[in-house]
């Protein structure tokens, strides 16, 4: 097998991973390489894959578990990749609840598939509105201690802090989150960016491109912690099955439903880390989909990818990470279908639930830990 570039994109749900990972993938796919892509989950059912695949990107799904406790699949995948397109370049997106991934996953391929690879800088991206109450430079709804555990040790072991979405912010603002994350992890060398507006990828990526991680001491971690903090976190992957008597445009459905969510979400107090929809009309140019994603309780959902054309028939996957009990995000999203089904009485529009899985998080358990 030849090497292949081994690009890993983290940080905490609701950063910007896959819509980094897209602009990414574009990017080396106009430079004449080869990209396969390896998306990652606690469930199935993923919104992140049928969005990449869309796209036309080889992609290959890990799910039951993260990276680090699936290290074999990982390999498999990679694998998988190799068999059906020869990728120069590999990125992968880990569940963006997951942390000690240096530990885990890239020094062990460093030190088991040494001769496969090369390791580029881990990556961790950060929402700045987010992190800017993490940090405590801005008040607003925040996880819990141990979530928020996790969030910092993301941005401990990694080699580049990203602040994605920066036009969001106020130059002076986004100055003073720069300087904070520095101060915080001097290790680590901080960068601003914007995936919708095009800002400092180039350099971003050309930087993993050409430069390797420099092994260090791997953070010191505390299991249980880490543990409790996901435990905190529900999970909820669902598939329905939409049909309508009448055409009906993605752009409002979309929206009007995970304004609904959103509603009955903060109603029972859930910290909305990560919600997000794909919609996949059975009739589409270039298998085109529309995806929405609300990433805090008090953000606007926001459609990153629209249709042109009406649909009357469609698959919509909903993937939806909240610190609550996992139980009450599927009594929200039936409650908001029922809503939906409703307001949309005039269209005829049926919503039928195919798959549903809710649950919280079990304990990690790395396959490997090289210190």
Same mark, same amino acid.
């Given at each position: ?9 983290? +940080? ?19 430079? +004449?390489?080869?990209? +396969?892509?390896?998306?990652? /989950? ?67 391929? =460093?030190?088991?598939?040494?001769? =496969? ?18 940090? +405590? ?21 990694? /080699? ?12 002076? $603002? ?9 101060? %915080? ?38 299991? %249980? ?62 298998? $085109? ?51 939906? =089904? ?30």
């Amino acid at each position: 097998m030849k090497e292949a570039r081994y690009i890993m994109i983290g +940080g905490f749900l609701g950063a910007g991973k896959t819509t980094a990972v897209a602009a990414l993938a574009g990017y080396l796919r106009d430079k +004449g390489l080869r990209v +396969g892509l390896i998306t990652n /989950d606690q469930g199935r059912e993923l919104v992140d894959t049928t969005m990449l695949r869309s796209l036309g990107f080889a992609t290959e799904e890990i799910s039951g578990g993260c990276f680090c406790c699936r290290f074999a699949s990982l390999m498999e995948a990679a694998e998988s990749l190799t068999t059906a397109t020869a990728p120069d370049v590999i990125l992968a997106e880990p569940v963006g609840s997951c942390t000690d991934l240096v530990a885990t996953v890239t020094y062990p391929l =460093r030190r088991i598939y040494g001769d =496969r690879f090369a390791i580029a800088p881990l990556s961790v991206l950060v929402d700045p509105l987010r992190a800017q109450r993490v940090l +405590g430079l801005a008040d607003g709804a925040n996880f819990s201690e141990k979530v928020i555990y996790i969030y910092r040790k993301q941005l401990e072991e990694a /080699d580049v802090i990203v602040i994605s979405k920066c036009e969001l912010l106020e130059a002076e $603002a986004l100055a003073e989150l720069a300087e904070k994350l520095r101060a %915080e992890f001097p290790h680590a060398e901080v960068r601003c960016v914007s995936s919708r507006l095009g800002i400092g990828l180039q350099e971003w990526f050309e930087h993993l491109l050409s430069e390797e991680q420099v092994a260090r001491r791997a953070m010191e971690m505390d299991y %249980e912690i880490y543990a409790d903090g996901e435990a905190l976190l529900g999970w909820l992957n669902a598939s329905v099955r939409l049909t309508a008597a009448s055409e009906m445009e993605a752009g409002e459905l979309l929206p009007l439903l995970a304004r609904e969510m959103q509603w009955r979400l903060q109603a029972v107090g859930a910290q909305i880390a990560h919600l997000k929809m794909t919609l996949s009309p059975d009739e589409s140019i270039g298998g $085109a989909i529309a995806v929405i994603n609300l990433v805090r309780n008090d953000f606007v959902p926001e459609l990153s990818l629209e249709l042109e054309e009406p649909f009357m028939g469609a698959d919509l996957i909903i993937n939806v990470r909240a610190e609550i009990p996992s139980e009450k995000l599927a009594v929200v999203l039936e409650e908001a279908l029922t809503e939906i =089904r409703e307001q949309c009485v005039a269209f005829g529009l049926q919503a039928t639930l195919q798959h549903l899985e809710h649950f919280q998080p079990g304990k990690p358990t790395p396959t490997h830990r090289d210190a």
